[in-house]
């Protein structure tokens, strides 16, 4: 019932841009907390932002802070991503997720985005 579908993504050089959109239905999207998560090659996956319901109140993780920003439409049901000054460590996948991530990325419960793959070349 719950669907979350991701796009945007690519392949960008280092300081270079890009933003990724998560789509939403089947939940009252504007009540819930969101949260984007990456997982980089052979690793673990690693909370990047969370956002309020009412986009008010932000967080970020320490290796993206001051580069990226998260934001959402309420009204057109749909997480945004903004990534700027992207960094080659920045490479991963990208997943949108319900709720509070920060001490959850890895966990697979709850609802998650399909992926979608950020790559950062020199």
């Known amino acids: 019932q719950v669907q979350l579908v991701q796009t945007g993504g690519g392949l960008v050089q280092p300081g270079g841009s890009l933003r990724l959109s998560c789509a939403a239905a089947?939940?009252?999207?504007?009540?819930?907390?969101m949260s984007w998560v990456r997982q980089a090659p052979g690793k673990g996956r690693e909370w990047v932002s969370v956002?309020?319901?009412?986009?008010?109140?932000?967080y970020y993780a320490d290796s993206v802070k001051g580069r990226f920003t998260i934001s959402r439409d309420n009204a057109k049901n749909v997480l945004f991503l903004q990534m700027n000054s992207l960094k080659p460590e920045d490479t991963a996948v990208y997943y949108c997720?319900?709720?509070?991530?920060?001490?959850?990325?890895?966990?697979?419960?709850?609802?998650w985005g399909q992926g979608t793959q950020v790559t950062v070349f020199p």
């Open positions: 997720a319900d709720g509070d991530r920060r001490r959850s990325a890895d966990a697979h419960i709850g609802s």
């Open positions: 089947g939940f009252t999207f504007s009540r819930h907390t």
């Open positions: 956002i309020r319901s009412d986009g008010n109140t932000t």
